[in-house]
């Protein structure tokens, strides 16, 4: 490194005047010439300096841009549908500066993610990065809807037991010891995480796997799009109703306990911060939601129609006799929800999915279900029942708060920063 120094400049000097023939001109001009080099060499290592300082600062805004590219893809994999994206960030805060975060070209599957990367430069003007990244979502893997019976919520200590004279299509699985008695017809794969007892007569078609590895992930549920409902109606004045024969049209909310009778249709949805109670011989129309704090009980000998959610918070509970989505298309069959229960008794017919988070009790005979059976376990399947998978009947990517378990995938392109 080059130095220069009074005392260098003052022994230049003194030479030159010594000197014989060199006049104070020249004197003059040696000096600026010296004088000129030396502010060239200091300007030289200034520039250097600050060139160095504004490439950290561009590299640590490059690194807020990816912080918050990576923020939002982890919101965005919490998310079933991109055509209404997570809310977005501006000027947060992090390390040494703050990022912002913005969306493009958004549908269900794909979007187009800009992150901004901003810190204050030495100068006081912000220095900032941009970067954008394309986006895509794809699901693959076995899941619940692919097996007819699925409960994968147990600890692997319990045992489930499939009684007598069951005619089931599709494949089961259980997280337990299995039990299945005498004369079943089963049409698919049977898989345990324990052992596996068949009875006499009974056949099935597939493979019996025992100690077998979970085939997919267990669905969750997600209860606070209810809960919220539900305080909702809790913030009304306290009283039970009696619906009588009425048309529903948007939400009713009802701070205690509810009692139907003889008939609800039109479209809507009746919140309960108590019991729901649906009587005898009693219809329930399409397009119907039934969401309660408490217990939600059907009683004998009802019709339920199509597209409708049977939600409870503690205990759906189905009597006998009682006919669900009868005739249901794609999409069009019947939910019963539960994070805990969900209680079936006898001759029950049932279009759609029934799913109780902690445990499903069927302790009575001759279930009849198109759809799918699933929960966190299966305390007994009583005799006599037909189960056949189909897994069209119900949308359950438009179930509030439902996680199928569907193993997502997100591919991204690499990163380009716009001119």
């Keep these: 490194m080059f130095i220069w120094s009074r005392k ?22 040696v000096m600026l010439v010296v004088s000129t080099l030396a502010l060239i060499i200091a300007s030289t290592m200034s520039t250097g300096s600050i060139s160095s300082v504004t490439d950290i ?23 079933s ?14 390390g040494a500066g703050t990022f912002s975060v913005s969306y493009a070209n958004q549908a269900e599957d794909s979007i187009d993610v800009t992150a901004t990367g901003k810190v204050a430069g030495w100068d006081g003007n912000d220095v900032q990065r941009v970067i954008t990244q394309h986006i895509e979502k794809t699901t693959g893997g076995d899941t619940f809807a692919d097996f007819a019976i699925f409960f994968g919520g147990g600890d692997g200590t319990g045992t489930t037991t499939i009684n007598k004279n069951q005619t089931i299509t599709g494949d089961t699985f259980v997280y337990d010891d299995l039990v299945i008695g005498k004369n079943c017809t089963i049409n698919g794969d049977v898989l345990a995480t324990g052992t596996i007892s068949v009875g006499s007569g009974t056949e099935i078609s597939g493979d019996t796997l025992d100690h077998s590895s979970a085939p997919a992930n267990q669905p ?51 919140v309960a911060t108590g019991r729901i109670t649906i ?15 408490s217990t939600l009980k059907m009683k004998k000998n009802g019709n339920v129609g199509k597209d409708v959610t049977f939600y409870s918070s503690s205990r759906v509970q189905v009597d006998n006799g009682v006919v669900l989505g009868s005739g249901a298309d794609t999409g069009e069959g019947v939910v019963l929800l539960s994070p805990q229960k969900v209680i079936l008794k006898k001759n029950i017919t049932i279009t759609g999915l029934i799913f109780g988070a902690d445990e499903v009790d069927i302790d009575k005979q001759n279930l009849t ?51």
């Design 81 to 94: 549908d991109w055509s209404t994206p997570p809310t977005v960030k501006t000027d947060q805060s992090f």
């Design 57 to 79: 600062q561009a590299q640590q805004a490059f690194y807020l841009a990816q912080a918050g590219l990576e923020w939002y893809m982890e919101e965005l994999g919490n998310d």
């Design 8 to 29: 260098a400049s003052r022994g230049i000097f003194d030479l030159l005047k010594r000197s014989s023939g060199i006049s104070l001109i020249a004197v003059t001009i």
């Design 220 to 270: 969750t549920l997600d209860t606070t799009y209810y809960d919220n409902l539900i305080t909702t109606a809790s913030e009304e004045s306290h009283s039970n109703r009696t619906f009588n024969g009425e048309t529903l049209s948007g939400t009713e909310y009802v701070n205690g306990n509810v009692t139907i009778k003889d008939y609800v249709d039109g479209s809507g949805t009746i």
């Design 369 to 419: 279900l198109t759809g799918n059976l699933c929960g966190g376990t299966l305390t007994e399947l009583d005799k006599g029942a037909v189960i056949t998978k189909d897994s069209a009947k119900v949308d359950v990517g438009s179930i509030q708060g439902f996680d199928s378990g569907a193993e997502t995938t997100m591919t991204i392109s690499s990163w380009h920063e716009p001119l």
């Design 279 to 293: 009587n005898r011989n009693t219809d329930i129309g399409d397009n119907i939601a039934l969401i309660s704090s």
